[in-house]
């Protein structure tokens, strides 16, 4: 028997600020708040006000240059909640900052008048030193995924109001189509559906020609392994199918008021490690795929699991709400099927 092939399978590197940044950042603003604490109170309130106040602004633009990135990657040890621990390390060196000012004007108005002009002149100098730094240009390849995901879910939503239901992961009958050239119109892409040949299967002469076109909304930036050795593209999400899932025949009707709930319910994930072609009439089956995130495939840059994605921290999954949520690879697979079925009455506290 071959030997599973480790899934994601050479992700693209990052730069070193992405990747460090948030680490150095902590670290410099607990050294230095450490020893203005040690210096205010053990070695006389002067030198304390002006370490105090170093290791404020330090903090202050520090954590401003993570929060403009749009996205902590990889996250710090708070897993989900690291943007709002930066957040709240953000507002502490902002406080510090105002409390250090207050204690030099205690001290002498000569000192707090001094400590206000350090504070404001050495914002606006160092701040547009690390604009380059802070800024990527663009949206993260996560936030991009996401907001992929949204307008798909937005798509379904429309498609849904139009037509009474959503539609079908792949349509009946001898020729099936993909749910995904189905809502083209709803994405801005109408020319292109009406390319589509709907009397030939999505890998014939014409067709093929489609699945050749790289439409973006349905790629993820962060998978390298985008095309097949025909040239066409590959898909980053596909729907969960199977009994009892949001876009099964029987919850189709009632979609989006599933019975456990729309914000608790999965209707696209992130199945990079699938491979699919995009006009390819294939999904994950929640009866036959194993139940994991980036599980180990057969062969290099595949996954075998239901949830597969390039991301470091996780795979996104949009909801039957249109909310889209990044679920970590440690999820239980207990938790992942309760979220991919509709109506299982599963117990989800929280994910």
């Known amino acids: 028997m071959p030997q599973a092939a480790r899934f994601p399978y050479g992700p693209p590197p990052l730069p070193f600020w992405t990747v460090y940044g948030p680490w150095i950042n902590l670290a410099v603003t607990v050294c230095l708040v450490a020893g203005a604490i040690y210096l205010l109170f053990r070695r006389g309130s002067s030198s304390g006000v002006w370490f105090l106040q170093l290791a404020a602004c330090v903090a202050v633009v520090g954590w401003s240059a993570q929060l403009l990135r749009n996205d902590l990657q990889p996250p710090l040890p708070f897993g989900a909640a690291s943007s709002t621990v930066a ?3 953000f507002w502490a060196g902002i406080i510090c900052v105002i409390a250090s000012i207050a204690l030099a004007f205690r001290e002498s108005p000569e000192s707090g008048f001094a400590s206000l002009f350090f504070s404001v002149f050495g914002t606006l100098v160092v701040v547009p030193m690390l604009l380059p730094a802070m800024s990527t240009g663009s949206p993260s390849p996560i936030t991009q995924c996401r907001n992929n995901l949204k307008q798909i879910g937005l798509a379904l939503h429309n498609f849904n109001d139009e037509r009474g239901e959503p539609p079908a992961a792949a349509t009946a009958g001898a020729v099936p189509r993909s749910w995904r050239v189905e809502v083209l119109p709803f994405l801005d892409q109408a020319p292109l559906r009406s390319q589509y040949v709907n009397t030939e299967a999505w890998d014939g ?6 699945a050749n076109l790289d439409v973006d909304v349905f ?3 962060s998978n390298p392994n985008a095309v097949d050795s025909l040239g066409r593209r590959f898909t980053a999400y596909a729907a969960i199918t199977g009994p009892g899932t949001a876009l099964s025949d029987e919850l189709r009707p009632s979609f989006p008021a599933v019975p456990d ?11 990079c490690g699938q491979n699919i072609v995009w006009t390819e009439p294939r999904d994950v089956s929640l009866s036959s795929t194993s139940v994991g995130i980036n599980l180990d495939g057969h062969s290099p840059g595949h996954s075998d699991g239901l949830a597969s994605s390039r991301h470091r921290h996780g795979v996104n999954a949009l909801f039957v ?9 440690q999820t239980d697979p207990k938790v992942l099927k309760a979220l991919a079925t509709a109506n299982g009455s599963e117990p989800l506290d929280d994910f």
């Open 205 to 210: 002469p014409a067709n093929s020609k489609i």
């Open 87 to 89: 957040m709240g390390l």
């Open 261 to 271: 709930g729309n914000g608790l319910t999965i209707a696209v994930i992130e199945a």
């Open 321 to 329: 709400d249109g909310s889209v949520k990044t679920l970590s690879p």
């Open 219 to 221: 790629s993820c930036p």
